[in-house]
């Protein structure tokens, strides 16, 4: 069975320090793919990133970076030198590829508060 | 690309009325579609998984006739909250799968979600 833990209900930083974002994943599958969105107070989901189970490289976008390493089943998300913008609630999400038709199951969420 | 559109963005209705959420693939097509509820302050919990053409499959838990969801087509997806009770008052918010061009699924483009439905039944 797939599941998807983030042990940080909230966190809250100044602007500009830098924060990281845990996940930690459970799967049987080989193939999967995990996910990052973001979910301002307006309540659409921001989709931020696809990682594939195959592809460890770590990835970073601007102020953004994921580091994926599957011996420890984690994708955690660092946000470097926060931003007041940043501020939003943050999913972690897994797909497993033989789940019909490709099902995703979101972790908790964890709740960013940046003040300025 | 791989825009998701879904309305109403927000609807209140009184108790034991029905209401209609749409959820359309504006630039693919979706054969597969998922409607999400998330309540205040928790994580979004899969309710079905919309297949086009075939009944919907609904996780445990979730009453398929009080949710009916019909998958007519390639780009339209609808749930509808039958005898909505303030309980199921939610936001609720679909996404489809976007196929890359050789169809083989969610490798080319992933998922897009709608922008959700804020459903309060007074």
């Known amino acids: 069975a797939q599941k998807v833990t983030q042990a940080q209900t909230e966190i809250s930083v100044v602007e500009k320090e830098d924060v990281t974002l845990d996940c930690v994943y459970e799967?049987?599958?080989?193939?999967?793919?995990l996910f990052w969105y973001k979910q301002p107070p307006s309540g659409e989901l921001v989709f931020l990133i696809r990682?594939?189970?195959?592809?460890?490289q770590n990835e970073i976008s601007g102020r953004y970076s994921w580091n994926f390493q599957k011996s420890t089943s984690s994708f955690n998300f660092i946000i470097t030198a926060s931003q007041v913008v940043d501020s939003a609630v943050y999913f972690c999400?897994?797909?497993?590829?033989?789940?019909?038709?490709?099902?995703?199951?979101f972790g908790a969420g964890t709740r960013l508060f940046v003040k300025a | 690309g791989a825009v998701v559109s879904q309305h109403p963005s927000w609807v209140i209705c009184k108790s034991g009325t029905s209401v209609k959420i749409e959820c359309r693939s504006l630039?693919?097509?979706?054969?597969?579609m998922f409607w999400y509820r998330q309540f205040p302050k928790q994580s979004l919990m899969l309710m079905a998984t919309?297949?086009?053409?075939?009944?919907?499959?609904?996780e445990q838990g979730v009453e398929k006739d009080k949710f009916l969801i019909n998958h007519a087509s390639l780009t339209l997806s609808t749930l509808t909250v039958t005898s909505a009770h303030p309980e199921d008052s939610s936001f609720y918010i679909c996404?489809?799968?976007?196929?890359?061009?050789?169809?083989?699924?969610?490798?080319?483009?992933?998922?897009?979600f709608g922008s959700g439905t804020r459903l309060t039944v007074v």
């Open positions: 996404s489809a799968v976007a196929s890359d061009p050789s169809g083989q699924g969610v490798g080319g483009y992933g998922y897009t």
């Open positions: 799967t049987r599958d080989t193939t999967y793919y």
């Open positions: 990682r594939n189970s195959f592809d460890e």
């Open positions: 999400a897994l797909s497993e590829a033989d789940t019909g038709g490709f099902k995703t199951i």
């Open positions: 630039d693919f097509q979706a054969t597969t």
């Open positions: 919309s297949n086009e053409g075939s009944k919907a499959t609904y």
